[in-house]
């Protein structure tokens, strides 16, 4: 459990949290957006902080000694987890300038309103 | 060198670099790239063959990607595995079978839809995406890869929702699908990490065989199996499934529901492998409460709802449901006793008719569609004059849904009530009333579209889109008519490689647990 309490973990946790409570329950579009890149970071510095060990050197092949170096997984993880995140991102903005296009607004409860008078 | 051996890597390769070729061969002509894509899925489904074949016939299959074999899964002497690990069973390659099977027929039937949609050339793009998505996903062996795999599925999937543009809602129902997939991506990522954290390792194989279940592995397993959850669509999360299912085109749509599907095999991988049934008791239960709900839900939706696609949507809702219950009854009898082991087979049994037969609704109401360019129930009606075969093929569809003997979802549903009701009889109960709502509500929905006074004047349907639906519709009949068959040479050994949890590991590590 000592993995859950450290200071970088915490930071983690707030900014998971603060993501989560936007996507959930902001209305406006680009907001939930903000949202879930929030929730990305905060899991992308919870790989990176993983990578940390105490007495072992970070995996960078310059001049330092080779020997005693983590293993650099979390942060081939990382890479992959920030190029994923920028897809959805790209992919979610864009279909906010559709939504823009067709309906004028980004406010989700109007967006909603509108459809149902047209549906009817 | 034999292509029984790389089968794993071809089937996530091939439909990879077919995605990115398609748009350039469809610069030359569009025939060309016609043929290059239905080749290319007839060959991940000749190798899906091939895998299914040689994982039953031989036990469960490892592929080192990138090793010096692909074989040796400890190279130079490690202790533990550090390559990415493809590792099909005998329940990957059942799921992989399907979605090759699906892929086939979606780009059979829209051959002639997409055209007229247009656009084809991105539409298969994403289409080979998402079908080398979850190709990767019921295979790999790795638990970083499979969020990797996982985003593919899910990027490619709400490209598919959006993709008819000029549409008011598909932008607004993409958005909506898009922000669920995303959070249940990265509740996931966030469990690989903590698991990462404990055990230095991302093999499903190698953790499996170290699991200590400590508070950081159990709040893992919450992790991956909500995140699961939001993927599949049951209670909670379940707003994005009719978004989703109704507002992308018809071909897409059956790829969806199969991507639904290699969800729910994710689940059962979290579950049954990397936790272990004999621990999963509790978590049995509350699936199979989730389950349930799920089944009443969208059963009851689907009552109001005035619009064909989400109709459908709804109901296939309460079929994800159905698979829960079961799957979960089977994991809090431990899956050893009587009940335990047919509650499992009806579970994964039903995966495979589900997909089959809702594909086939969902392909009949793409042709209703295309035909009249209505989904307003109240507007349609008296289309059985001019759409006889199609109305055949709605019932048999719908039938097959609703669970009536001659098909497919009967065989399946049947185990799951036997077995269930032996868990708790309420949840049995609940289920069989469900089915008998599911049948008047696809009666209803027969009677509104194809009877009563003529409404519409519908156009007509190209011919390949009636053949792939007529395939759907004969594969419904005929394990309708072989269920024991059917049980006996897929499920019954997808079932047992589920369970094995030791054999899993042991081909990774050699000395098993």
């Known amino acids: 459990m000592k993995i859950l309490l450290d200071l970088p973990y915490i930071s983690c946790a707030l900014l998971i949290g603060f993501g989560v409570y936007a996507a959930i329950f902001k209305s406006n579009l680009i907001k939930i957006v903000i949202g879930l890149s929030l929730v990305e970071r905060g899991v992308n510095l919870f790989l990176v902080s993983l990578g940390y060990r105490e007495g072992a050197r970070a995996p960078i092949f310059t001049y330092a000694p080779t020997e005693n170096m983590v293993l650099p997984t979390p942060q081939a993880l990382t890479l992959t987890s920030i190029v994923i995140g920028l897809a959805t991102t790209a992919l979610m903005l864009a279909f906010c300038i559709q939504v823009y296009r067709k309906h004028g607004t980004l406010e989700s409860d109007r967006i909603a309103r509108k459809l149902k008078e047209k549906s009817e | ?513």
Request: with cysteine.
């Open chain 2, 1 to 513: 060198m034999s292509i029984v051996e790389h089968s794993p890597a071809l089937l996530v390769g091939i439909p990879l670099l077919a995605a990115f070729a398609t748009p350039l061969i469809s610069k030359a002509s569009g025939k060309l790239r016609d043929i290059f894509v239905f080749l290319c899925l007839a060959f991940i489904f000749a190798l899906a063959v091939v895998l299914i074949s040689d994982v039953i016939q031989n036990g469960t299959r490892v592929y080192v990607m990138g090793g010096k074999l692909p074989s040796l899964t400890l190279p130079s002497g490690k202790t533990f595995p550090i390559r990415i690990i493809l590792e099909p069973d005998a329940m990957s390659a059942l799921m992989v079978l399907l979605t090759a099977l699906i892929g086939l027929i979606g780009f059979l039937y829209s051959l002639q839809f997409i055209r007229a949609e247009g656009a084809p050339d991105k539409f298969y793009t994403l289409f080979m995406l998402l079908i080398a998505g979850m190709l990767g996903l019921e295979m790999t062996g790795d638990l970083f890869n499979f969020f990797v795999f996982f985003e593919i599925t899910s990027i490619a999937a709400c490209g598919l929702v959006g993709f008819r543009i000029s549409e008011a809602t598909s932008s607004v129902a993409a958005f909506r699908t898009m922000t669920i997939y995303t959070l249940s991506g990265l509740i996931l990522l966030l469990g690989v990490g903590l698991l990462y954290g404990e055990y230095d390792a991302l093999n499903i194989a190698y953790i499996a065989s170290k699991l200590s279940f400590s508070g950081v592995d159990k709040l893992a397993l919450a992790l991956f199996i909500g995140a699961l959850l939001m993927k599949i669509g049951s209670v909670p999360a379940h707003m994005w499934v009719p978004d989703a299912y109704g507002e992308s085109p018809a071909p897409a749509t059956i790829a969806l529901v199969i991507n639904t599907q290699a969800g729910l095999y994710g689940l059962l991988r979290v579950c049954f492998t990397l936790f272990g049934v004999s621990r999963a008791a509790h978590i049995g239960w509350l699936l199979a409460i989730i389950g349930t709900i799920s089944i009443l839900v969208g059963v009851l939706a689907s009552i109001y709802q005035n619009d064909l696609k989400r109709l459908i949507a709804y109901t296939a809702v309460s079929q994800t449901g159905y698979m829960l219950m079961a799957l979960g009854a089977g994991m809090a009898a431990k899956g050893e006793l009587g009940f335990g082991r047919t509650a499992l087979e009806g579970g994964v049994f039903h995966i495979f008719n589900d997909v089959i037969s809702m594909g086939l609704v969902f392909l009949c109401a793409g042709m209703i569609y295309r035909a009249t360019g209505i989904r307003d129930l109240n507007k349609l009606g008296g289309l059985a004059g001019k759409m006889r075969w199609i109305a055949v093929l709605f019932l048999i569809g719908g039938l097959a849904v609703a669970g009536l003997p001659p098909f497919n979802g009967f065989a399946s549903k049947l185990m799951i009530y036997e077995s269930v009701y032996k868990l708790n009889p309420i949840f049995s109960a609940l289920a069989l009333l469900c089915s008998i709502i599911l049948l008047g509500v696809y009666v209803r929905l027969f009677y509104s579209i194809f009877l009563g006074s003529k409404l519409v004047e519908p156009q007509r349907i190209p011919k390949g889109m009636i053949l792939a639906s007529s395939l759907l519709a004969l594969l419904i009949i005929g394990i309708g008519l072989l269920p024991g068959m059917v049980v006996k040479s897929l499920v019954s050994p997808a079932v047992g490689a589920l369970m094995d949890k030791a054999g899993y590991i042991g081909k990774v590590i050699a000395g098993g647990m």
